[in-house]
């Protein structure tokens, strides 16, 4: 395959038709600019200040945006706030949507059959996978990305973190908590 | 299609297997993979249904077996080779034989941030309100379509509940054949466990999808 990739770069740039250093630039954007500590910070400020999460909840799209995150394969964002009753997972069974503004590029296991096929039918066996085992009573809502929204998922905000700053809180917000597959860390984790 | 992306409830591909501290990239080639990827979505010919619909459309035993970049690639193939940007002799080669359609634009390294940062929002305006509220119960149509849809084979022919009017989006499924885009309401749904799954589905379960309006009736 790397092969196969290089003689299409290459044909392309032949012909003019793309421009390498565009192609630099796009890595560099995803391996250093756009990742999952863009969605912490946005966990972590919804964490700190009540009238930001209303405004999250209400209108995700613009709430992320005014904290500079916008752009492709997050045009249309939804948070989903986990709860003391509600899990939430999310996952793309058709493809691999996810959002890519806030959380970077997609791991394999995201995009890899496996997850796909079981997240919607044993959210709870994916989970054990992860480590994370739910009370039994606890409602698991999973969010199958079909169309172009894609979802946030706002882990619970660790006890014994009252006072912390946004910094530190975002600290604890690991990507899995934002895709569901996890919870935030606790405190003496950090 | 019924094809092999549609992978929803099926069994037997085994764990999940999440990597700790996965790096971006797990080889070169999958950096450049995506670059091309991308740079060739700007050339103007065709959009991200189409993108969908290529990669998705090919035997299961490929499909399954291919990682997502190299799914990425070959549908990339066929998308430059439908719209006369490669051929059969350039790919042989491997170097550039014959001329190529003219592209609508090319992306330059300058102008990557801007590009990256505006996406490609799919909101449009719908000429008609929303035909359904949040609260309706709905049930989803049973179809199975030979060409794109965003409809998933577990879904069809559900009940479920409308739990969110969302906005005006392009139709994948027709936007993805070059029929237009023909913007619907698009709705989140939400199905309990055991309307999908039957009786033994785990009783807390609930799943929900992003519907267009013409994938569901009331019910």
Known sequence: ?190 | MNGPHDLGGQMGLGPVAPETDEPVFHADWEKRALGVTLCAGTFGFWNIDESRHARENRHPVDYLSSTYYEIWIKGLERLLKRHGFVSERDLAEGRAVDGATQPKRVLKAADVPAVLARGGPCDRPVGTPPRFKTGDRIVTRNFSPTGHTRLPRYARGRHGVVEAVREGYVFPDTNAHGEGENPQWVYTVVFDGREIWGEDADPTLTVSIDAWESYLEPA
């Open chain 1, 1 to 190: 395959m790397a092969a196969r990739v290089r003689a299409l770069e290459t044909i392309l740039t032949q012909k003019g038709l793309i421009d390498p250093a565009a192609i630099d630039v796009i890595v560099d954007t995803y391996e250093t600019k756009v990742g999952p500590r863009n969605g912490a910070r946005v966990v972590a400020r919804a964490w700190s200040d009540p009238a930001y999460a209303d405004w999250l909840r209400q209108d995700a799209t613009a709430a992320i945006a005014s904290l500079g995150f916008t752009g492709r394969q997050g045009e249309h964002m939804q948070a989903a706030f986990n709860t003391d009753e509600t899990h939430n997972l999310v996952v793309c069974t058709l493809c691999s949507c996810y959002p890519w503004s806030v959380l970077g590029l997609p791991p394999v296991w995201y995009k890899a059959p496996p997850y796909r096929s079981r997240a919607v039918i044993d959210p709870r066996g994916v989970l054990e996978e992860f480590g994370l085992t739910l009370p039994k009573d606890k409602k698991v809502r999973v969010w199958d990305s079909t169309a172009e929204l894609r979802y946030l998922v706002v882990p619970q905000r660790p006890a014994g973190t009252e006072g912390w700053s946004e910094d530190d809180l975002a600290g604890l917000v690991t990507r899995d908590s934002m895709i569901g597959t996890g919870v935030a860390l606790e405190p003496e984790a950090a």
